[in-house]
Structures are given as structure tokens and as C-alpha cells.
């Protein structure tokens, strides 16, 4: 049987606010991901998804409970083991872009495998395998500036996934496009996700995007419930 990809056990997580006091975000918090699960994670505004997303991440840390990512405890590790357990284990993708905006689209890509010490040639080949998934490959030389919304966030994608990642966190990933952009650029993005078989955690307040995934998982009051499907 094969070991969950991201598993997270009675995680706790609050914030002091000042003169407001001591706010719980997340509290007793549960989930599992398995090898290859695509899931969809909904949540009320203010509920704590980035948190969460953030803590899975390795970005943030919980007052308490467990995290264990291809299961491995990630709990007590210091900030450079964090740093490279992020790199190599986790593509992250957020409702922005957030595109190196003097470098190409191949470039943005190529970046993050040399800083994973990954051989030029090798990186630069990668890179254009993973724009022609999206169906860019001819926007390679063009910078962020260039591209249009939904270009722009499917490099995003693929940059994303240039270090191949085991497990893929992505925080409204297409929010900020129109109706149309948005099927159609989460279209490639599960096709994606499919063909290289990672795991994915994805925030979103679309239900329909939802529906297309393995499992719909809800946040709420600092825990998590699944959605039933109808």
C-alpha cells in the first residue's frame, strides 16, 4: 500500500491579533493526500485555506500536530532543510503569476531546475516539454509582459512543475481570469497534473473546477469535512 503523499494530523494554528486577542485558524486540523489524488479544498473567506496551504507547504509553520510529506516527518526540521524539502518536493502556483518579469517564459521555467542544480541543456529541454503540454511552446522567447493573463499563468504551471515535484499546492489558480480563460486554462492544468501523476491540493471557490477533481474537501471552523458529491 502506498503512503499518502501529504498527511497532516492534528494541526493547530491561531494568530495574536493585537487587541483582539488570540484568533484560532486551524484546530485538530486532519487531511490526507494519496499518490496521484487530485483534490479540491473549498472554504468561506477568512476560513484559513493560504494558512493551510502555507503549513503544507513548508512556508508556515502549526503550534502543533504533524506533517509528513511522502512520508517523511517534516516536524523540527530547521529552516535550510525546509528550504530544500520546498524546492525538490513542492510546485507551488497562486493566483497570481508572479513571473520574473525581466526573464522568458522559458527562462522562468529553466531558473528554478539550475538553482536544483540541474544541467543547463537538460533544464532548457524540461522547460520546453512542459510549455508544449500547455500548448505554448511558440510563446518560449516572449516575456511576462507579452503574454496574456491565462499565458501567463500557464507558464506559471509549468514552472510550477519544472523541478517535478511530488506534491503541487495551488491557491485559486485561475481567480484572476474571465469565465472562459479560466475552463479552459484549469483544462490544461489537470491534464497536466494527470499526465506527470502528481498529487495536487487545490483551493478553489468555483464549484465547478471542484467537481472535476478526485475530492472535495471543505475548511471550515479550523477543520476539515468532505464534501459529499450528489
Known amino acids: ?9 492534528g494541526i493547530d494554528k491561531a494568530y495574536n491579533r493585537g487587541l483582539d486577542g488570540e484568533v484560532t485558524v486551524l484546530k485538530g486540523l486532519d487531511l490526507a493526500i494519496a499518490p496521484a489524488q487530485v483534490v479540491a479544498l473549498v472554504a468561506p473567506s477568512g476560513a484559513g485555506k493560504s ?12 503550534d502543533s500536530g504533524q506533517l509528513e510529506i511522502d512520508g517523511v516527518n517534516m516536524c523540527g526540521l530547521d529552516g535550510k532543510a525546509r528550504t530544500v524539502l520546498r524546492r525538490q518536493e513542492i510546485g507551488f502556483i497562486y493566483q497570481f ?9 522559458l527562462e522562468n521555467i529553466v531558473i528554478p531546475q539550475l538553482a536544483n542544480n540541474v544541467a543547463p541543456a537538460q533544464a532548457r529541454d524540461y522547460a520546453m516539454d512542459l510549455l508544449a503540454k500547455v500548448g505554448i511552446a511558440d510563446r518560449a522567447g516572449h516575456r511576462p509582459a507579452a503574454l496574456s493573463g491565462g499565458e501567463q499563468q500557464r507558464v506559471a504551471f509549468c514552472r510550477a512543475l519544472a523541478n517535478r515535484p511530488k506534491l503541487l499546492l495551488a491557491d ?3 481567480g484572476n481570469l474571465d469565465p472562459a480563460t479560466s475552463d ?9 497534473v494527470r499526465d506527470t501523476g502528481l498529487s495536487a491540493l487545490i483551493a478553489t471557490h468555483n464549484i465547478d473546477l471542484a467537481d472535476r477533481m478526485d475530492q ?13 458529491r450528489t
Not at 1 to 9: A, G, H, V
Not at 51 to 62: E, K, M, N
Not at 97 to 105: I, K, M, N, R, T
Not at 186 to 192: G, I, N, R, V
Open 172 to 174: 485559486e489558480p485561475t
Open 184 to 192: 479552459t486554462v484549469f483544462t490544461m492544468l489537470l491534464e497536466l
Open 216 to 228: 472535495i474537501l471543505r475548511l471550515d471552523q479550523g477543520q476539515i469535512s468532505i464534501v459529499q
Open 1 to 9: 500500500m502506498n503512503k499518502d503523499i501529504l498527511r497532516l494530523q
Open 51 to 62: 494558512t493551510l496551504l502555507h503549513i503544507a507547504g513548508l512556508l508556515d509553520t502549526a
Open 97 to 105: 503569476h508572479h513571473l520574473l518579469p525581466e526573464f522568458s517564459a
